[in-house]
Each structure stands twice: as C-alpha cells, then as structure tokens.
DNA sequence: AATCTTAATTTTGCATTCAAAATTAAATCA
DNA sequence: TGATTTAATTTTGAATGCAAAATTAAGATT
C-alpha cells in the first residue's frame, strides 16, 4: 500500500463488539485505485497505453466517475499521465526517472536504517535473522523468485521498524516507480552472491544496533542494485526483460 | 508546485507560431487543486474542520464532480482525511508525523547537497552566493518574513541543482507537510545568527563543491531547525503560534 | 492519388440526478 | 425532563446526461 488515505466505515456500529472480520466496504474509487496500480505496476497495463475509460467502466462494471477519480489519484502518483482534452495514458517508464529514482531509494533506505537500529524491537531483529536464514536457502536452491520474495520482507521489516510514517509513505512512492521496471529478472550470479553477504551485513549492524553502519550498508546496497541494473540494461539492450 | 500531472492544451494549435502567453486552460479539477492545497496549507482551512462540499461548490461555481476529484488527490497527498459516509476533513496537524518529517527532509536534503555539488552550473552557484548576501540584509534589518522568502529560494536553486527529478517530486511532499506547521515565526535571535552561519557553510561548500560537506551541513542545518520548533513548541504552549 | 474540407462519431470534462447512508428534528415513552 | 424511537432532511457515493473538444470518416478539390 502507498499511503493510506481514507478511513472506512466509521457508522458500523456493532454496540461495542468488535467484529472479527468486519467487511471491508471500500468505496469504489479506493478500489479502482488498488486494482489500476497494480495492473500499472504489473505490467498488465503497459507504458504510453491510452486508458480506454468506457473499456474499463465496462470491464469493471461500474460507471466512469469513480475512475475518473481513480485516475487523478493515479496521476498524481505519476503512474498516468493526463492528457488535457485526451485523457489519460499509462506514465511512460522514463530511464532517467527510473535513474533518479535509486538515489533517493538509497537515502531513504538509509535513514531507514539508521532510525530502525535505534526503534527495532527484539522481535523484528529476530524476524530478519530468520529471514536472512531463507534468503540463504533461497539462493542455495536457485529460486531467485523466492529470493526477491524474502528480500522484500526484509526490507520491509525494517522501514516498519524505522517507526516514521512520513518515512513509510515516500518510500512507497519511489518503491512503486522502481518495481515498475521489474529488472528483478536479471542479477548475475556474481551480483547475487554479493547481495547475499550485503545482507549478512545488514542483519549484523542490525544485531548490534549499529545505525550508521547500518544506513552505510543499505546505501550501498542500493547503489550496487543499481550498477546491476544499469549493466544489465547496458547488457541487454533489445532483449527486453520481462520475468517478475 | 507538487508535481506534474497534467500536460495542458495539446489540441491548440497555432500554425507552427508558439503564442507568446498561452492562455493557460487548467481543468476545474486542476484549478481547484491547487486552490484547495493553498487554503490548507496557508491555514485558511484548518485542521479537523469538515469540508462542506456543497459550500465549496458555491464558493468556487464548480459542481461536486471536479472538487471531489481534487479532494481524492488531496487525500493521497495526505492534506484532506476521506471517511467513508462522511465526506471529507482538512487532515489532522498530527505532531507525530510531523516530527517524523523533519529527519526524512533532512534525508532529502542531505542528497540534494550531494548532487548539487556535482551538477550545480556557474550560475545557480553565483545565484545561491547572491541570494546569501540578501539573507544576511534581512537578518541585519530584522525580516524575518523576508529571511525565510530568500531561504527557500536558497533551498530551492539547490534542490533544482541536484538534477534528480524524483528527489524533487518528493522534497514537494514533505515540504507540504512542514510548511502546513507554519512555526517559522518562532525562532531565537540565537538560532537565528546560527542559521546564518550555517548558510555560509553551505555556500562554501557548494562553492568548493564538497557534497559530503554540503550534504552534512544540510542534514544539520534540518536538525537545528527542528530541535528549534520543539524547543519552541516546548515553550509555547497554548501561545498558538500565528505567523507565516 | 494525395491533400484539404467538412460532416459524423466518439471521447472528454463537467453538471445533474438518484439511491443509500448519515444527520438532524420531531414524536413517543418512561 | 431526559432518553429513545421514528420520521424528515441533508449529505454522500456513484450513475447518468449533456455540451465542447477531439477523432475519425466521407466528400471535395487539385
């Protein structure tokens, strides 16, 4: 999730009783909002694609107020592009964005760090431990799916332990223009070997709470993940990438 | 401004002649955008208070189909709070994340220094010293109002320099955040002369074109500005802080 | 045939309408 | 009187309607 904007159904009242699975009722705006990320993010909807409103009111049954709605949330997310008198089209996936994405990814995921030596309870530490154990299982077993998987996890467990929301949102923002990419595909054996043993690392200055090392690490652990992307687009040039 | 979300009037065609002054034709929902973010922002909508749709619609001689639009976005920018079945309220003034926000725009700032002093050209630089000795003009004739105008440009022409169009997309959003605090009235004489001393630094650095340097002092430079607000805030109680 | 008009069609931006929910007001009862 | 229903009113969320703009199609012109 990017940031949480709407609180729902405050007038359910259940006379005190929480309910254990209280329905979500999310308005059809949030929900357009959801499932067109994701299908931007995905891929499903693919870069400088016009978004065909009648299409998708039909396809999604519902009428074209929502959406529009929807889609102005989405451009000011900077995935579609609005296009006065011309709708709107899938954000092109422009390089040099995507480049200045890392950067800022980098400085986030410091402070992150730094901040999430300091907050992290014993149990998110613990969580990393173990989750570094499968990252290990996952790149002895070949399974770089899997591996991304538990990476994301990882990182994940501590941005939450970095205990700033301001943090947690504008990192969800760059988050969402990088994973747009997927070049989650290519990373040479080389390259996974040393994210591995960066990872080693973190989970250490992580253990000893140690928050400049530890922002020092993610940095470069951010930068490194952008040479490889960088190679790999060098590399690869033509032969689009296309797994994730 | 925020961020682009829009690309205006591609349909105006004007035989091959660009139109010294464009007729700026913004969508209602744009216009209303940015009217309603500056009326939060400025404090003119305060915080907690409901949004009165059918009184802005009146105000602005909009329906409610351009203002919810630009209220849903409002909402993802996190100024307006959306409650399922009750409309919308000018977002809570929530300390916590406002204290939050000063260590990650300290982050971002700290990269904007870094790349700055990479990619600043001859003339942002002369332009930052220029801008350095009005800021010592206001604080030597007492204008503090006029002290935090040239500030921000300062800040401004640094984060342009950084060249990094992501940094500044996300620098807008927690600026929004901060701004929206308005305490740049409260500040000791003391912190004031430190402020400028630290400018000087920042010059320099810029000049010698030091990005550790620059980096450093700016992240300090934020850090100062907060321990500043909270010493503030620690002492003004119930004294509503008023000022821009 | 290629270009330029002009008319028909579609799409967009916004206003209006409508049902469901929430709020307020009125009526009922202890 | 004060609490509790119940009914009337307002507000919200979303669908529909409509005029202006853009796109496409058709016809005219060279």
Redesign the interface.
């Known amino acids: 999730m990017?940031?949480k904007?709407?609180?729902?159904?405050?007038?359910v009242e259940t006379g005190g009783v929480r309910p254990r699975e209280a329905i979500l009722?999310l308005?059809l705006?949030d929900q357009l909002l959801g499932r067109l990320r994701a299908m931007i993010i995905e891929g499903e909807l693919l870069p400088e694609t016009k978004i065909d409103e009648k299409d998708l009111c039909a396809r999604f049954g519902v009428s074209r107020?929502p959406l529009?709605?929807?889609l102005?949330?989405l451009?000011?997310?900077?995935l579609v592009?609005?296009?006065?008198?011309?709708g709107a089209i899938v954000a092109p996936l422009d390089m040099?964005?995507l480049s200045?994405?890392f950067?800022?990814m980098g400085?986030?995921e410091?402070?992150a760090g730094e901040?999430a030596a300091k907050h992290a309870d014993e149990w998110e530490i613990a969580e990393v431990a173990r989750l570094q154990g499968q990252l290990v299982d996952m790149h002895r077993g070949g399974n770089l799916r899997g591996y991304f998987e538990i990476n994301k996890m990882i990182h994940e467990i501590i941005l939450n332990a970095a205990r700033?929301?301001?943090?947690t949102?504008?990192y969800g923002?760059?988050a969402l223009?990088v994973r747009r990419a997927r070049f989650t595909a290519n990373m040479s054996p080389d390259r996974w070997a040393e994210a591995i043993a960066e990872h080693a690392m973190i989970l250490k200055a992580l253990q000893q709470r140690d928050g400049k090392k530890l922002s020092a690490i993610l940095r470069a652990h951010l930068d490194h993940k952008f040479e490889t992307v960088q190679a790999a687009r060098e590399h690869g040039r033509r032969r689009r990438s296309v797994q994730n």
Chains 1, 2 share one sequence.
């Open positions: 990017v940031h904007t709407s609180i729902d159904t405050p007038g009722r308005s705006h107020t529009r709605e929807a102005k949330v451009a000011s997310e900077g592009t609005l296009i006065a008198h011309r040099d964005e200045a994405a950067p800022v400085s986030l410091a402070l901040l700033n929301p301001v943090l949102q504008l923002q760059v223009k």
